[in-house]
């Protein structure tokens, strides 16, 4: 059983929830933020070389994995899998299915050369979104973050400021492209991540929301 404390969000102490029923509503936002905190996860090591793995996979997961590195697959129950290297994936999932989703892994994937561990309660994850989101990564990070080199479904392990992240550009919209991130960061620096990027996001107005969409 995971540790009741571990599985607190790591940004509690920060009130985030008495700050976004506070916040102004005003129309002109460029950024929202919120925590997506107590997510399921679970790193998943295995050669993709292998087709009884690939199958034994979709048939547990519901999906392809992804093969090419920096792509990521989504279920139609919210599962994302995230191709972070040739033989390595992240698997986020809602957190009432990431228990089962590792059994089931364990079990099906046991008679092959495998690593399977559940990480969840060492990250959180931060959502980023509006019309001034990349604007607001690309002021502490190296990615090309420009719609034509950084897209929905791709993913990528890089610094912001001075914390290691993975980020997954969610979603984009076609005319304008405002852009939806999850930023995973290890729960140690989710805080100083929290508040690079809500500095970061200040001249083009952010406010905090719950349960971001």
């Avoid at 969000?9 to 976004?20: C, G, T, V």
């Avoid at 607001?136 to 950084?150: E, I, M, Q, V, Y």
């Avoid at 076609?174 to 990027?197: C, G, H, N, P, Q």
Wanted: include cysteine.
């Amino acid at each position: 059983m995971v540790d009741g404390y571990l599985r607190q969000s790591p940004l509690a102490h920060m009130h985030l929830e008495a700050r976004a029923a506070n916040e102004p509503q005003e129309n002109e936002i460029g950024v929202e933020m919120g925590e997506r905190p107590l997510l399921g996860m679970i790193n998943l090591r295995a050669q993709k070389s292998d087709p009884v793995f690939l199958s034994t996979i979709k048939q547990n997961l519901g999906l392809d994995v992804p093969t090419d590195v920096n792509t990521v697959s989504e279920s139609i129950d919210g599962i994302y899998t995230l191709c972070l290297g040739p033989d390595e994936w992240l698997i986020v999932a809602p957190s009432n299915k990431e228990q089962k989703i590792h059994n089931d892994l364990r079990q099906a994937l046991e008679h092959l050369h495998t690593s399977i561990n559940l990480i969840g309660e060492s990250r959180t994850v931060i959502r980023l979104n509006g019309l001034n989101a990349r604007d607001t990564l690309a002021k502490g990070c190296s990615l090309d973050l420009h719609p034509r080199a950084f897209k929905p479904g791709q993913c990528a392990q890089t610094i912001l400021g001075r914390s290691d992240i993975t980020i997954h550009q969610v979603a984009h919209q076609d005319k304008t492209y405002a852009a939806k991130y999850d930023i995973i960061v290890l729960r140690s620096f989710a805080e100083y991540v929290w508040t690079w990027l809500e500095d970061a996001a200040r001249e083009y107005g952010v406010r905090v929301v719950i349960h971001p969409s």
